[in-house]
């Protein structure tokens, strides 16, 4: 049996030769390799290069430097969450936002 990254990794396999495609991926870097996560952001790069339009929920700092876009949903977990405290470019986050999500973001970052 495939693993949930793994079953994702197919998913956008499947979808790399269409166009105008969404694409939703949960987590997506779980238990990749720090180089083998850089090859999935290539390969994002690519997808969105080909019209194609892709949603990520992750965590991971350097998916979300690299995003176009970021929604961060908080303050915290569970029912103390579920608010959006952050919409907008991660430069923006990285100014701007006093978020958990922002400050762990702007730590990550060599300015």
Known sequence: TLSGGERQRVKLAKNLGKKGS??????????????????????FDLIVSRGNSLVVIEHNLDVMKQADWIIDIGPDGGKNGGEVVFEGVPMEMIQSSETLTAQCLRSSCTL
Do not use: C, F, K, Y
């Open 22 to 43: 969404i694409i939703v991926m949960d987590e997506p870097t779980t238990g990749l390799h720090a180089s083998d996560i850089r090859n999935l952001l290539n390969l």
